[in-house]
T-cell receptor
């Protein structure tokens, strides 16, 4: 079965520190990978997708097929980055398989 | 902006009741999905639909069914609610730029 693994349930950093949210996937083909974010009391929304190769709100993610990883990174965390982050993968069809999520807490 | 509207933000139902969760999208998307979101488990796919009157089981379909009579509306049905179905339910619609989620329905079964 396809699986997306986010090993950290909670990641706490201070403002200005670098952030890396880990994500590993299991699909051996050519997956599409995504990061979704859910801020407090807001709906889940797309942050970025690997095919776009863009930076959103200072976040980037690189697909590493050798390590089957799609880690989310930001060089300097901001308090407003505090949220729940989900890595997701689609394969063959349009179904998205989500990881269990990582809560990012950025302290002032 | 694509809008995905879930009719209820909070619901409290009794064990054994039949429960309907409604979801409407306004962008003529063909693909719609129902997930449940639980702490520590992430989002798990219950059912999805690629077109009117079409439905496919997701990873955890047991105890649920769906209805897609019109393209814009995708309903999740709990035939006989149980306490282990207490959860946050998220509906999503898929367009060219990925999924758009509704704001969720928090269902409590007592």
């Amino acid at each position: 079965a396809q699986r997306v693994t986010q090993p950290e349930k909670l990641l706490s950093v201070f403002k200005g520190a670098p952030v890396e949210l880990k994500c590993n996937y299991s699909y051996s083909g050519s997956p599409e990978l995504f990061w979704y974010v859910q801020y407090s009391r807001q709906r889940l929304q797309l942050l970025l997708r690997h095919i776009s190769r863009e930076s959103i709100k200072g976040f980037t993610a690189d697909l590493n097929k050798g390590e089957t990883s799609f880690h989310l990174k930001k060089p300097f965390a901001q308090e407003e980055d505090s949220a729940m982050y989900y890595c997701a993968q689609s394969y063959n069809t349009d179904k998205l398989i989500f990881g269990t999520g990582t809560r990012l807490q950025v302290f002032p | 902006d694509v809008k995905v509207t879930q009719s209820s933000r909070y619901l409290v139902k009794r064990t054994g009741e039949k429960v309907f969760l409604e979801c409407v999208q306004d962008m003529d998307h063909e693909n719609m999905f129902w997930y449940r979101q639980d702490p520590g488990l992430g989002l798990r796919l219950i059912y999805f639909s690629y077109d009117v009157k079409m439905k496919e089981k997701g990873d955890i379909p047991e105890g649920y069914s769906v209805s897609r009579e019109k393209k814009e509306r995708f309903s999740l049905i709990l035939e006989s609610a149980s306490t282990n179905q207490t959860s946050m339910y998220l509906c999503a619609s898929e367009g060219n730029y990925g999924y758009t989620f509704g704001s969720g329905t928090r269902l409590t079964v007592v």
